[in-house]
Structures are given as structure tokens and as C-alpha cells.
């Protein structure tokens, strides 16, 4: 079965760090593409960053861009989402999810306040 | 940036049809996929790759595509079909993912 386990939100003040995790299970994560999706309070989804199959390309959102880093381990079939200079508009729920031809399978997100 | 366009809401009765449109310049080019979200909870592909149903997605979902326009298509919508659904796709170089701002489905 395939499983996607999203770790490391909390409070965190402005102008902080936070590192997500995201352990997947059921698959081999070096077969594929992994996103990170957003959700902020009351709002729609939005896509925050993309990784290819070895971490040779990485894609962003422009709101990120420069702030967070998506990263990878294959070895630990681990993604991760280091989020540096946290501001309150990235308050939301962070998704990760398996890509391919769409997301097709979502964790169930972790949840990320930027407040002082 | 580039943007899809979704209608903020539809409305139908039980045993009704059920049209959620998504317009974004790339379309033609691009696939778009379908997510359905329910309050709380992750949300599910229920169209790929414009019109594909993925494993374990009911007969009544479809979808089409039309030039700039794709549409999801839920044939006798169902009170558990309540939810909000976004598009997804690509810009028209591949490069950035875009989702729509997302469709409340009301069947009532």
C-alpha cells in the first residue's frame, strides 16, 4: 500500500525555519517525481515545489523561491522541505504527494503557522 | 504567472449532471488533471490526463477537453459527490505546476 507521511509542521515566528518531512512507504520514491502542495486556511491548493527522480531539478512556486529548498534521500525514501525566512502568508497545511501523470496519491499534511 | 480558471461554485440536484469547467491558455497543449477535496481530508485524483479515470473512481466521473476549455463531468451527481474540485496543469513549457482556485460542488 502506498503511504505518504508528512512530519515537522508547527508554530514558528516570523522570519523562522522549519523543516518538513515527508516518509513514503509502498514504493520505491527514486521511480518517481514528489511534489509539495499548500493548502493555506480556508483557501485552495496551491503548488509549492517539485523534485525530479534523482534531485538534479527542482522547480518552485516564485513565492518560494530563494526562502525554501525541496530535497530528497532516496536511500531513506524521504522527501523533505527546509523552509527558511518564514512569513504568515506561507500559514497552510503542507501536502506531499507522488507524481506522476498528477498527484496520485497525497499524504495527509502537516500543518505550518508562521505568527508571532 | 499562468492561471487557471474555475467557476467558484455549481450547484445541482441529486441524479443531476454535474459540469465543472477549467479555462487556462495552455490547456491545448498540456493535460489537465481533477482533484476532488472533502473538508479535512487529502485530496483524490478523479481524472487524469484530461479524461483518464484512475482505479477505484466511480463510472459517473468523466472528463473532457476542448480547446482552451476541460471540463469534469459528474453523470447523476451524488450527495456524497459534495466537495470542492480544482484542475491542475502546466504552464506551456512544462516548467511550473498550476492548480485552478478550486470549484464548490453543491448537490442539494
Known amino acids: 500500500e502506498v503511504r505518504l507521511v508528512e512530519s515537522g509542521g508547527g508554530l514558528v515566528q516570523p522570519g523562522g525555519s522549519l523543516r518538513l518531512s515527508c516518509a513514503a512507504s509502498?514504493?520505491?520514491?527514486?521511480?518517481?517525481?514528489l511534489t509539495w502542495v499548500r493548502q493555506a486556511p480556508g483557501q485552495g491548493l496551491e503548488w509549492v515545489a517539485n523534485i525530479n527522480r534523482d534531485g538534479s531539478t527542482r522547480r518552485y512556486v516564485d513565492s518560494v523561491e530563494g526562502r525554501f529548498t525541496i530535497s530528497r534521500d532516496n536511500a531513506r525514501n524521504s522527501l523533505y522541505l527546509q523552509m527558511n525566512s518564514l512569513r504568515a502568508e506561507d500559514t497552510a497545511v503542507y501536502y506531499c504527494?507522488?507524481?506522476?501523470?498528477?498527484?496520485?496519491?497525497w499524504g495527509h499534511g502537516t500543518l505550518v503557522t508562521v505568527s508571532s | 504567472s499562468y492561471k487557471l480558471t474555475q467557476p467558484a461554485s455549481v450547484s445541482v440536484s441529486p441524479g443531476q449532471t454535474a459540469r465543472i469547467t477549467c479555462s487556462g491558455d495552455a490547456l491545448p497543449k498540456q493535460y489537465a488533471y481533477w482533484y476532488q477535496q472533502k473538508p479535512g481530508q487529502a485530496p483524490v485524483m478523479v481524472i487524469s490526463?484530461?479524461?483518464e479515470r484512475p482505479s477505484g473512481i466511480p463510472e459517473r466521473f468523466s472528463g473532457s477537453s476542448s480547446g482552451t476549455t476541460v471540463t469534469l463531468t459528474i453523470s447523476g451527481a451524488q450527495a456524497e459527490d459534495e466537495a470542492n474540485y480544482y484542475c491542475q496543469s502546466s504552464d506551456s513549457s512544462d516548467t511550473y505546476v498550476v492548480f485552478g482556485g478550486g470549484t464548490k460542488l453543491t448537490v442539494l
Open positions: 504527494g507522488r507524481t506522476e501523470m498528477g498527484i496520485q496519491y
Open positions: 509502498g514504493f520505491t520514491i527514486s521511480d518517481y517525481w
Open positions: 490526463k484530461d479524461s
